[in-house]
């Protein structure tokens, strides 16, 4: 029983729906679809998100260039005489090890070491008498420097020590 009920207020909605007639579309609401349509399309087109390859490849081919540029004018010298290289690869092979240019080239500056730690190790009997056996952890650093290239080599070696220092007694 129901069912008739809400058959028949579905029948007369129909009905309802099918006497509308659709009113056509405003001029000045077209027109505004329109120009939100073209604003949008203008935005997307140039959003920052968006890549502009009209833009990238240019400035990256100019920072290649000047890259080679740079490299040329800080190591032309070294590009322009291969027999120079030539050269020093000859001397490097049939020179002994001892006698290597490249060790040759780079000159020592400094050279200093630090206490980084000590500790007790204990007494320790001996015949002479107690002694205090000590711990000594030092840091030590090295700093050579190649004139010609402007490389410079600083080497870091951490070393210890033990020590044993007699005790007076009384």
């Known amino acids: 029983m129901s069912e008739e009920p809400d058959r028949q207020d579905d029948e007369e909605l129909e009905a309802l729906l099918r006497r509308l007639e659709p009113t056509p579309l405003e001029v ?12 949008f399309c203008l935005e997307r087109e140039h959003s920052p998100m968006t890549m502009q390859w009209g833009r990238v490849i240019p400035l990256t081919l100019v920072c290649v260039v000047a890259s ?28 002994p090890a001892s006698e290597a ?12 070491g630090a206490i980084v730690n000590t500790s007790s190790g204990g007494i320790v009997e ?5 002694r205090q056996r000590l711990r000594i952890d030092y840091s030590d650093a090295f700093h ?4 010609e290239s402007g490389t410079n080599i600083r080497l870091f070696q951490p070393r210890s020590e033990e020590v044993v220092v007699p005790l007076t007694t009384d």
Do not use: K
């Open 126 to 130: 001996t015949e002479d008498g107690p």
């Open 144 to 147: 050579w420097h190649d004139p």
């Open 68 to 95: 080679f540029g740079f490299a040329l004018l800080r190591y032309g010298d070294r590009l322009r005489t291969p027999d120079s290289a030539s050269s020093s690869l000859v001397a490097t092979e049939t020179a």
């Open 28 to 39: 000045e609401h077209r027109a505004s679809l329109y120009r939100a349509r073209d604003q």
């Open 101 to 112: 240019p490249v060790a040759s080239r780079f000159l020592p500056v400094s050279s200093h």
